[in-house]
């Protein structure tokens, strides 16, 4: 049964940095695109980032463009969302998602995927 895991969330500093993690298990994801979302008390799911199977394309949301970095690890199933200067509205849990379709990891709003993570918690303070 394929699962994808988040991990490395936590509570950090308005302004501060913090990297959370995505691995694959049971099936590999390789062929698939994959991206981060989260789920916010002001918001409700929105899309954050995204990058293609072959690592090609990252696409980003306005709200986070020019902070967020996402990037895929070749060797393992893996994807990372690198987070700096971090804001309080970036507060929620962020899930990690993979489909084969690219449209559908960038829908707006989102949409379900072929599979979902159980999401780890990011809480900035201010």
């Known amino acids: 049964q394929a699962q994808l895991r988040e991990y490395g969330g936590g509570v950090v500093q308005a302004g501060g940095s913090l990297r959370i993690s995505c691995e694959a298990s049971?099936?590999?994801?390789?062929?698939?695109?994959m991206g981060w979302f989260r789920q916010t008390p002001g918001k409700g799911r929105e899309f954050v980032a995204a990058?293609?199977?072959?690592?090609?394309?990252?696409y980003y949301g306005d709200s986070v463009q020019g902070r967020f970095t996402i990037f895929r690890e070749n060797a393992r199933d893996a994807i990372h969302l690198q987070m700096n200067n971090l804001k309080p509205e970036d507060t929620g849990v962020y899930y990690c998602?993979?489909?084969?379709?690219?449209?559908?990891?960038?829908?707006?709003?989102?949409?379900?995927?072929?599979?979902w993570g159980q999401g780890t918690l990011v809480t900035v303070s201010s």
């Open positions: 990058i293609d199977w072959a690592r090609t394309t990252p």
């Open positions: 998602g993979a489909d084969r379709n690219w449209g559908r990891i960038i829908a707006t709003p989102p949409v379900s995927l072929d599979a």
């Open positions: 049971g099936q590999p994801f390789s062929d698939h695109n």
